[in-house]
């Protein structure tokens, strides 16, 4: 019975292990409950061989207690009880060996039946091994995949970064839409009172593009202005070891001394010094002698370094860092 439980044990786990039956371990089985069932039946012949002989017993001992009441009584060749007797004995004997055998051949077909269930987790215990150690080498592709992907990221990250620093660093100076029609509005109350005469260097085609945007932002505040000139300003060459001039850059804005003229170039510095763009009063001479109430622009080549949303953003960052610093 105990080999028969550890049996049913080791069934349960193979299923368990595997999931489907297995046709060895069902034939194992088979087999061992098949010399079980003999034994039983052996034993049973046993008892039924065990009760014959308690008939026979019977018999003898009522016979002993006559004849100790009797003596002149004797047993009776011819009685039954010695054939049943006899008939009984053998089918102890033969019980009894049955019995031995079948159990040894259940106790062979379990010692089969555990030893195949040792292979099938032995089995299941490589596969489990092999599962685990393809899943440690998919977690690390995975690993390895997640870090290249970052790595990807990270490499994009500083491309984009390289190219806004070189975009910044380059970049033409412009006026979006919204700049324009935001400049107009703020400057619109000058638009009676002053004109505006615009020029640009010649040789820069982003100063004159630059002119046209500064020229559009006046007029979508009705303000009167020329139409953008362009000027050459040739350089005296060849003398030896001459005076090397500074370039002009930026926009450089003139006016008149009337007070409207004065008060609007004003205004216009602030409205593009705002927006990242570098712009000064003209010094030499600072007025023009004229006695109308005019400004004019002067659109220079492009300064050095970034310009527009993009020096903004570099003082923002400069800023941040200080106070990061003092912290």
Excluded at 35 to 56: D, K, M
Excluded at 98 to 111: F, P
Excluded at 207 to 226: Q, V
Aim: include cysteine; aromatic fraction near 8%; glycine fraction near 8%.
């Amino acid at each position: 019975m105990r080999n028969h439980l550890i049996s049913f044990a080791l069934s349960f786990m193979s299923e368990s292990i595997s999931g489907a039956p297995d046709p060895v371990r069902l034939s194992l089985e088979a087999e061992s409950a098949k010399w079980f069932t003999r034994s039983l039946i052996s034993g049973g012949v046993v008892a039924f061989g065990c009760l014959l002989e308690i008939w026979e017993t019977a018999i003898s001992v009522r016979n002993w207690f006559r004849a100790r009441r009797d003596l002149t009584i004797k047993e009776d060749p011819k009685s039954w009880g010695i054939p049943i007797a006899a008939f009984g004995l053998l089918l102890v004997v033969w019980g009894i060996v049955a019995e031995v055998t079948y159990e040894g051949l259940a106790s062979n077909a379990d010692a089969r039946l555990r030893a195949h269930e040792s292979d099938v987790l032995s089995i299941a215990e490589a596969n489990t091994a092999a599962a685990d150690k393809k899943s440690g080498e998919a977690e690390k592709t995975a690993g390895e995949l997640t870090k290249g992907a970052a790595q990807l990221r990270k490499d994009a990250e500083e491309e984009h970064l390289a190219r806004v620093k070189i975009e910044a660093a380059v970049g033409w100076r412009s006026l979006s839409d919204k700049q324009k029609r935001d400049i107009g509005a703020a400057l619109a109350s000058f638009g009676p009172r002053a004109s505006v005469s615009i020029w640009f260097n010649a040789s820069s085609t982003e100063a004159e593009m630059f002119a046209n945007d500064i020229a559009e932002a006046l007029r979508s505040g009705r303000i009167t202005t020329s139409a953008p000139g362009g000027i050459i300003d040739m350089r005296e060459g060849g003398n030896w070891n001459g005076e090397i001039k500074s370039v002009h850059t930026g926009v450089i804005i003139q006016s008149t001394k009337a007070p409207a003229a004065i008060e609007f170039a004003a205004a216009l510095i602030k409205e593009l010094t705002s927006r990242g763009f570098d712009v000064k009063r003209q010094t030499d001479p600072p007025f023009d002698p004229k006695p109308e109430p005019i400004i004019w622009v002067n659109v220079e080549a492009r300064p050095r370094g970034p310009q527009g949303e993009y020096k903004l953003q570099a003082e923002r960052d400069a800023k941040k860092s200080k106070n990061k610093a003092n912290n």
